[in-house]
């Protein structure tokens, strides 16, 4: 089962127009959140209405799941918690989203909402402890935007802006893998990362670059290998192996990821600027 995960795409159109070329070569193509931007000068009402049309497009190709981030909330409940309306919206367009477990092969996939205080935060307890005692295939991933506290995934260079909650459920179910974004620089800093383990979890954030492509992580869920790519460089780790750190510099790639880098290649053009936007 090979799977794409991006996350942060902030309505860059040009990297929601690299993902409609890879998505075909997945089985699954994982977006963790902050698909749009609120500090873009589009209306959020238009924005909407475009990235609908990318899902629509994606879902056609493939199986899609889409959680929501900081940037995507359009509307606030009886409650006052800022919720993301469209996405829970999404019924119509076969994009697994917030609320909703999917499963694929032996994976279940559990997809966590954006949380702005105690009604969604609760929301997501249940779901998680829910779907802890449905029967279960044999591993178990979430889409979570915001990574987990204290983690070199969440290190913003000078403290952590990660998730407490997400530490204490992660201790709690054990899952197998968190697939995360939000902090778009800690992949790129001094004593950051794109991936961690919390005792037997694997967690990710994929960070966040302007231009095509976005920074991504290809797995082989088969083989148990994840290769991250981002014009910082390109790194792979074996998920079958303890937690080492520098990852491996990718020496040897497997046919499949030739095939992809292929089929996405950038139009000539200026390279991906390497300053990430700032966290959110
Ligand atoms: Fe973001």
Known sequence: MRCLVVADLHYSLPQ?????????????????GD???????????????????YLELLAGKTRIILCSGNHDLD?????????????????????????ESLTVGDIVFTICPW??????????????EDAAHAPHPSRWIWVH????????????????????????WIAAYQPDMVLSGHVHQSPFVKDGSWYDRLGKTWVFN???????PPTHIMMDLDQNKAYW???????????????????????????WLIAVSRATAPAPGPSPEMVPIPSG
């Open 35 to 53: 698909a749009l931007d609120i500090g873009s000068i589009v209306d959020f009402r238009a924005q909407i209405v475009v990235v609908r049309k």
């Open 229 to 255: 790519f981002s014009a910082y460089g390109e790194q792979s780790i074996d998920l079958d192996q303890p937690l080492h750190r520098p990852a491996q510099d990718i020496t040897s790639v497997p046919d």
């Open 145 to 168: 935007h915001a990574p987990a506290l204290n983690s070199p995934t969440s290190w913003g260079g000078k403290r952590s802006f990660g998730d407490a909650e997400l530490v204490q």
């Open 115 to 128: 949380w702005d205080g105690p009604r969604v935060k609760e929301q997501i307890g249940k779901q998680l």
């Open 75 to 99: 509307e606030r409940d009886e409650a006052g918690e800022k919720i993301s309306k469209w996405i829970a919206a999404l019924d119509d367009l076969h994009v697994a989203h917030d609320g």
């Open 16 to 32: 929601f127009d690299w993902l409609v070329s890879a998505a075909p070569h997945f089985d699954l193509v994982v977006i963790a």
């Open 206 to 212: 994929v960070g966040q670059q302007m231009g095509r």
